[in-house]
């Protein structure tokens, strides 16, 4: 029941990366393709990491104040769906620079690097969140996600 509840929120947050990412992909390889990327590539970049933060925290706020009511008419144990939701509202950014790394990474020609953050990222996540269910339970489930994102991010930087 705390995954039903909690999972359009989960959606929404990955939906958002997945439009930004097409975004970045889109301007990336426009930029690659008319020359100017030498130019504008670090104003691209400055620009990209602004805008995950805000949409990455906006959303967050959003669904915490989304989150509260629909917990309250569903009658969920409220401590065990925000031990769950709470890695995704904290580190949304970090699921968003992720989306947006893999599409930069597309847009400048190199598809090989964003199929090798998902072949780091997937793997992982599997593991963790094996893990971190049979040690900790529930409430520790969506951290092997986090991880996995930010394994995956870091191959990337």
């Keep these: 029941a705390i995954t039903s509840i909690c999972e359009p929120y989960t959606k929404m947050l990955t939906t958002i ?11 990336i390889g426009r930029a690659s393709r008319d020359g100017v990327w030498i130019r504008s590539g670090r104003a691209i970049v400055k620009f990209s990491i602004i ?8 959303m967050s706020v959003i669904s915490v104040f989304l989150l509260r009511p629909s917990l309250a008419l569903s009658g969920i144990k409220a401590s065990l769906a925000w031990s769950y939701m709470m890695p995704y509202l904290l580190c949304s950014p970090i699921l968003l620079l992720y989306s947006m790394l893999m599409a930069a990474m597309r847009g400048l020609g190199n598809a090989k690097a964003g199929l090798k953050m998902t072949l780091i990222s997937v793997p992982v996540n599997l593991l963790l969140t094996y893990v971190l269910y049979t040690c900790f339970g529930l409430g520790m489930l969506s951290w092997g996600y986090i991880l996995s994102q930010v394994a995956g991010t870091i191959y990337a930087i």
């Design 51 to 58: 805008l995950v933060l805000i949409f990455g925290y906006g």
């Design 17 to 27: 990366s997945y439009g930004l990412g097409i975004a970045m992909n889109s301007i």
